[in-house]
């Protein structure tokens, strides 16, 4: 079973890990990173703090920032547009039951490629993700806890289906945590830069950013 770039992005990005002794250890702070896809541009802050996370970005055509909520304990993610009032909700657990049983359960490929490099002020070291034509590379930032932690639909309370691909590669390779600084892809036969961080700031984060404001309306992904 093959992924698309942009399931293999979120995949890194959105790093499910178990929330055991060994994985508690997690990064608080804001990363900044550029993405570039089809030679567009944009900035994307991402905040970290325990199982719960907020992305920002502007994208080109939107009358305002948006943000997206993502509570990997509750595992709901919600799509926030202030300037618009609304609000778009995804249960993951409920999410993923429609995915194909082997795209949940398919080990992740991890090589290490022996190369690293220093982005944002941070070493890292590359790896391989993935085979064949699915294969990217990332440069990847160990010892400073998991940019996320939290039990995956079925890990934890309650029960359900595994999310995503089987992560005990990662678990095993990155056994003091893991934050991705670049993330590249082939394409035409060549290496391109899809995602690098350009800003890493550890600090103490007010929980408030991670709470749905008050007053928005909630709208459903069919528009209803």
């Not at 502007?58 to 799509?79: A, K, N």
């Not at 998991?146 to 079925?154: E, H, I, K």
């Not at 950013?209 to 909630?218: C, E, I, T, V």
């Amino acid at each position: 079973m093959r992924y698309t770039g942009v399931a293999r992005l979120g995949l890194l990005t959105f790093l499910f890990v178990p929330a055991s002794a060994s994985a508690r250890q997690t990064f608080e702070g804001v990363i900044t990173y550029r993405i570039t896809v089809e030679g567009q541009s944009v900035t994307m802050r991402q905040m970290s703090k325990g199982t719960v996370t907020r992305s920002e970005v502007e994208m080109p055509g939107m009358p305002g920032p948006m943000y997206m909520l993502l509570d990997t304990e509750r595992q709901v993610m919600q799509m926030v547009m202030a300037s618009m009032g609304m609000y778009m909700e995804v249960d993951l657990a409920q999410a993923v039951q429609a995915a194909p049983p082997e795209l949940r359960n398919q080990p992740a490929k991890l090589t290490k490629l022996g190369t690293s490099a220093t982005i944002a002020g941070l070493p890292c070291e590359d790896y391989r993700l993935g085979e064949d034509a699915d294969e990217m590379e990332a440069c990847i930032a160990t010892g400073y806890g998991w940019f996320m932690s939290a039990s995956p639909p079925g890990g934890g309370r309650g029960g359900g289906p595994n999310l995503g691909p089987d992560l005990s590669a990662y678990r095993a390779e990155f056994k003091d945590g893991m934050i991705p600084l670049r993330l590249k892809t082939r394409v035409n036969g060549e290496w391109t830069v899809m995602m690098e961080a350009t800003e890493v700031t550890k600090k103490s984060l007010d929980a408030a950013l991670f709470r749905l404001p008050d007053g928005l309306r909630k709208m459903s992904l069919q528009g209803g």
